[in-house]
């Protein structure tokens, strides 16, 4: 199976900061990866999939990029809605893993 | 709007069963591949299994292989995952969510609420 690492596990960030979160990929998967948020007691939601392309509705401060097996989620100036966990998924095998999450804390 | 609602969840006993059941909002339910995930409290996101459409494909993630079957019934517009030999392992919050695919890339767009399973003796 494909595994996928997140960095870091959680991170502490004021409103207005510039955040990026990592996700690692244990092989090549293209463009095959998508990123979630999760506020405490809800459902994940959609951000960003194909690495970088932008969710309908979700901010333009968020953004995503890839470089090999690596992938970043970048928030650039940081909102009060965006504490929560953030979590990568690899979908290039039909074994669709996701990381291990990245919570964003207020600092 | 798309709805997803799971049921079934609920305290069993190690080494029981449980059958949980998602319902879809809209006929879109039956031309879209079905997930599980779960989340173990406090803990991450696990995908589980998943369906194709028309069910011909599914898919486990080793934690729950030959223990876990998922089903759908395109008529009723319903996913199911039938949960056996349960250990505490499988206590968590099961979500269903619908898969599509963008640009070739498949991602979870709709997510249900969730239902909690709670293994315990």
């Known amino acids: 199976d494909i595994q996928m690492t997140q960095s870091p596990p959680s991170l502490s960030a004021s409103v207005g900061d510039r955040v990026t979160i990592t996700c690692r990929a244990s092989?090549?998967?293209?463009?095959?990866l998508n990123w979630y948020q999760q506020k405490p007691g809800k459902a994940p939601n959609l951000l960003i999939y194909a690495a970088s392309t932008l969710q309908s509705g979700v901010p333009s401060r968020f953004s995503g990029s890839a470089s090999e097996t690596n992938f970043t989620l970048t928030i650039s100036g940081l909102q009060p809605e965006d504490f929560a966990t953030y979590y990568c998924?690899?979908?290039?095998?039909?074994?669709?893993?996701f990381g291990q999450g990245t919570k964003v804390e207020v600092k | 709007e798309v709805q997803l609602v799971e049921s079934g969840g609920g305290l069993v006993k190690p080494g029981g069963s449980l059958r949980l059941s998602c319902e879809g909002s809209?006929?879109?339910?039956?031309?879209?591949?079905m997930n599980w995930v779960r989340q173990t409290p406090g803990k991450g996101l696990e995908w589980v299994s998943s369906i194709s459409s028309s069910g011909t494909y599914v898919y486990y993630a080793d934690s729950v292989k030959g223990r876990f079957n998922i089903s759908r019934d395109n008529a009723k517009n319903s996913l199911y995952l039938h949960m056996s030999s349960l250990t505490a392992q499988d206590t968590a919050v099961y979500y269903c969510a619908r898969a599509v695919t963008i640009f070739g890339v498949v991602n979870f767009d709709f997510w249900g609420q969730g239902t909690l399973v709670t293994v315990s003796s």
């Open positions: 998924q690899q979908s290039f095998s039909p074994y669709r893993t």
């Open positions: 809209e006929v879109i339910f039956s031309s879209r591949t």
């Open positions: 092989q090549n998967i293209d463009k095959y």
